[in-house]
């Protein structure tokens, strides 16, 4: 996560989220994803049913550390390779 957080700053790019899937579960987070979050991330989960993705949400902590839906809008982008 550090380095990852060292290329974004270099980068002048800044981490506002975290990504994860959940295999052939629903796209919320587990009480293990609560404990490990940080309340300035948002969470994107995808649910993965038989290797296809068919739901993503988006979650973030609440004042009492508690995960709350996040509206989101996905848009394709292309990431540009660093040099
Ligand atoms: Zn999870």
Same mark, same amino acid.
């Given at each position: 996560?550090?380095?990852?957080?060292?290329?974004?700053?270099?980068?002048?790019?800044?981490?506002?989220?975290?990504?994860? &899937?959940?295999?052939?579960?629903? %796209?919320?987070?587990?009480? !293990?994803?609560? *404990?490990?979050?940080?309340? #300035?991330?948002?969470?994107?989960?995808? &649910?993965?049913?038989?290797?296809? %993705?068919?739901?993503?949400? !988006?979650?973030? *902590?609440?004042?009492?550390? #508690?995960?709350?839906?996040?509206?989101?809008?996905?848009?394709?982008?292309?990431?540009?390779?660093?040099?």
């Amino acid at each position: 996560m550090m380095l990852i957080q060292k290329s974004g700053r270099d980068r002048n790019l800044d981490i506002i989220g975290i990504y994860h &899937s959940h295999p052939d579960c629903e %796209a919320v987070p587990s009480e !293990c994803d609560r *404990l490990a979050a940080w309340s #300035q991330y948002s969470y994107l989960i995808v &649910s993965v049913r038989q290797g296809v %993705a068919q739901d993503c949400l !988006c979650w973030t *902590l609440d004042e009492e550390d #508690q995960f709350q839906r996040e509206p989101f809008q996905l848009e394709p982008f292309t990431v540009q390779p660093s040099t």
